[in-house]
């Protein structure tokens, strides 16, 4: 039997040990939720203890997708106490609009199917580059990892814990300073110093860069399944599921590949000491790149500063993936007329 649950224990449960919600006359509980959710958990904790029926549907945060919705099925608590629905025209409006999202759900699911492995199905898809598009911007939460390659070795290898970044690269960043300080007969501090810090800035150029015109190619992008498979495995993973902590930083093996035209760059333009400096400070952009990137996906981040890109990097996933590039900073986003407005409020 469906249990039934008056408004009052609803309110009661109102903080981040015990957070419920009410959507058109059920009740959810959605307290494990709380840390995965895109916009953070001050978010949700305004809502606690009440209906959340409208603020789903309210253009000022964002419309949910179907997702949401059937994310809201997993935390299923029971039904409002019938002498406490309330059925008027706006829960009307609403139950047609859930019926739409049915609709679309069950379109979703001819995309990818999130509990078997996802290369195979990309490799055999048949759907064409605009729906492909449409359906990898929509965003998916999903509570597990989803498996990418059917061998198991190369799915564990597929995966990228966030903290291997930091123990991979510093070092390689420390010796490429110390290689520039010490065994280059032309160094000086202020050479080390002003090459690492040119290191950084083009780091941020350079990371605005792969986002906008490598991770972001859909308008050049070819119709053919390859050329999808290769667009999802970039970046379009990330996108159609941005919460998943397995696939958020970008494998060692990866960064190197992509690293080549920066050590060939560096010391085709510049003297010894100031190249390696120059690819330490690269390279340290990239390892705070990724950590920030990781940072503002799932953590209660600080006010100063990232709070603000948390906004800015959630509106990108769930409002505007066309705009908003920057991670680090917006700094290239003003450059190029890519800054994405977005309601602060």
Same mark, same amino acid.
């Given at each position: 039997?469906? &249990?039934?649950? =008056?408004? &009052? &224990?609803?309110? +009661? @449960? @109102? ?23 895109? *916009? ?12 959340? =029926? ?41 139950? $047609? +609009? ?7 759900? @069950? ?13 195979? &199905? ?37 995966? =990228? ?29 202020? $050479? $080390? ?5 040119? *290191?950084?800035? #083009? ?9 906008? #015109? ?28 941005p919460m998943d902590r397995l696939r958020l930083v970008m494998p060692p093996a990866l960064t190197a590949l992509l690293s080549i035209p920066v050590f060939k760059l560096a010391h085709s333009l510049f003297y010894p000491a100031f190249a390696y ?44 993936? @066309? ?14 007329? =890519? ?7």
């Open positions: 039997m469906t &249990q039934q649950i =008056t408004r &009052q &224990q609803v309110e +009661a @449960n @109102n903080d981040r040990k015990s957070c419920w919600v009410i959507v058109k006359g059920k009740i959810y509980d959605i307290t494990s939720f709380l840390v995965d959710h895109p *916009g953070g958990d001050e978010l949700l904790l305004q809502f606690a203890g009440t209906d959340v =029926t409208n603020i789903l549907d309210d253009n000022s945060y964002h419309i949910h997708s179907s997702a949401a919705y059937e994310l809201l099925e997993e935390h299923y608590k029971g039904e409002l106490a019938q002498s406490y629905v309330k059925v008027d025209e706006a829960v009307e409006k609403l139950s $047609t +609009a859930a019926t739409v999202e049915k609709l679309g759900s @069950n379109r979703d699911k001819e995309f990818l199917d999130l509990h078997k492995p996802l290369f195979p &199905q990309l490799v055999n898809a048949s759907y064409s580059k605009a729906f492909y598009l449409e359906q990898v911007h929509k965003p998916r939460y999903t509570p597990y990892c989803v498996p990418y390659f059917s061998n198991p070795t190369m799915d564990m290898l597929s995966k =990228t814990q966030w903290y291997i970044v930091p123990i991979v690269w510093l070092p390689f960043v420390c010796y490429q300073l110390y290689t520039s300080l010490y065994q280059c007969m032309a160094a000086s501090i202020s $050479t $080390t110093l002003t090459g690492f810090l040119a *290191g950084i800035l #083009f780091w941020t150029l350079f990371e605005y860069t792969l986002h906008r #015109f490598l991770f972001h190619l859909d308008d050049l992008l070819p119709d053919h399944p390859y050329a999808l498979l290769l667009h999802f495995t970039l970046h379009g993973i990330h996108h159609h599921m400096a120059f690819v330490a400070g690269a390279f340290f952009g990239y390892v705070c790149y990724d950590m920030i990137h990781y940072y503002l996906h799932h953590a209660k981040v600080i006010e100063v500063y990232f709070k603000e890109m948390k906004r800015y990097h959630v509106a990108h996933h769930y409002k505007d993936f @066309n705009n908003g590039f920057g991670i680090t900073s917006k700094l290239w986003d003003y450059i190029f007329g =890519t800054v994405l407005e977005y309601d602060k409020k």
